[in-house]
């Protein structure tokens, strides 16, 4: 009876709406997701999309989808982006979506470091497929859940006052950075959206828990300028940290740069215990890029799991600065 699903699965999916929100593993590779600030960090026109199937092994895996698109405008020293991301969980079952316009404004100091500050605002949409439940009073003893007609027989488990919800989220975020260094920091869901199916936890409960990240990371060159252009070989050591709630994450790692091939190797760690060592591959020529990562599982859920799997693409219409940056936050362009 494969459509059988007990209450406890509710209660697993209801631990989910209250858990912390997917993050890729290459985080780098979703500017927008991360941090408002970062819109307009190519310097010129940015599109970019994301995949991720996490625990493919298991029947109730996650799949996480986004596509991103940012400008910067030099003569107003701001960057404008838009973002969309889906996520969805036991089979789709339960779902969450998230859409967002970022603006960020950008102060130039010396030695070329740039302050840039950002906000964002969107909607999150959270919905629960209850038809693909199946209760215990929905079973008949004889038939099972379908009758005679063919007809699934009714269930007076649904509250009445359940219902799927659309709300305002709104972000913030700071990002510092020159040739040698960058750090972060970024708030999502500063308003506490409320994304309670019920009536009666709303009168309960704060709402959705606001998420932290700061992140930082410096740019070390491997090789000589030559002919005044700089080296296009380097190591990127970076660090993420996400806390949300009592639940977070701790992503830490270097990528290897060399010319068109990138090589990256991660350790990410849960407030609570050892979660994966991400392995990623990319490819980047002039204006286009390509990774691959796949995620290892290191915690209980074992080699079972599959790990995950993640796909990014970006292509970079460069403005008139644009194909000069060879700072620090090449990283998220």
Not at 62 to 69: D, E, H, K, L
Not at 83 to 96: H, V
Not at 110 to 133: C, H, P, W
């Amino acid at each position: 009876m494969s459509r059988v699903i007990y209450i406890i699965g509710i209660l697993l999916l209801s631990v989910k709406v209250m858990a912390q929100d997917p993050v890729f593993s290459q985080f780098y590779a979703h500017p927008l997701e991360l941090n408002p600030a970062l819109a307009g960090n190519s310097g010129g026109s940015r599109i970019g999309m994301n995949y991720r199937n996490q625990y493919s092994s298991l029947s109730s895996n996650y799949v996480t989808y986004a596509i991103s698109a940012d400008h910067y405008i030099s003569s107003l020293r701001s960057g404008f982006g838009i973002s969309l991301m889906a996520d969805e969980a036991g089979q789709g079952i339960y779902r969450t979506y998230n859409g967002e316009l970022s603006y960020s404004y950008q102060v130039n100091f010396r030695n070329e470091t740039k302050v840039r500050m950002g906000l964002q605002a969107g909607f999150i949409s959270v919905s629960l497929d209850y038809d693909r439940f199946l209760f215990m009073d929905q079973i008949d003893p004889i038939h099972g859940p379908v009758s005679p007609g063919g007809i699934p027989y009714p269930t007076a488990e649904i509250p009445p006052d359940f219902k799927n919800r659309t709300l305002l989220d709104i972000g913030a975020g700071g990002v510092i950075s020159n040739e040698n260094f960058y750090v972060g920091i970024g708030i999502k869901h500063a308003n506490r959206p409320d994304i309670n199916f019920y009536s009666a936890e709303s009168n309960t409960k704060k709402g959705l828990a606001m998420r932290f990240s700061a992140m930082g990371g410096v740019r070390i060159p491997i090789g000589h300028q030559q002919y005044g252009r700089k080296s296009d070989m380097a190591i990127v050591p970076n660090i993420l940290i996400v806390k949300q709630s009592t639940l977070g994450q701790i992503n830490i790692g270097a990528l290897l740069e060399i010319r068109s091939l990138n090589f990256g190797l991660y350790y990410r760690h849960g407030f609570k215990n050892p979660d994966a060592a991400i392995a990623t591959i990319g490819y980047n020529t002039g204006p286009f890029k390509i990774a691959y990562s796949y995620d290892a599982t290191i915690s209980s859920l074992g080699i079972n799991s599959g790990g995950a799997h993640e796909i990014s693409l970006s292509y970079i219409f460069y403005g008139d600065d644009g194909g000069k940056y060879h700072d620090c936050t090449k990283i998220f362009r």
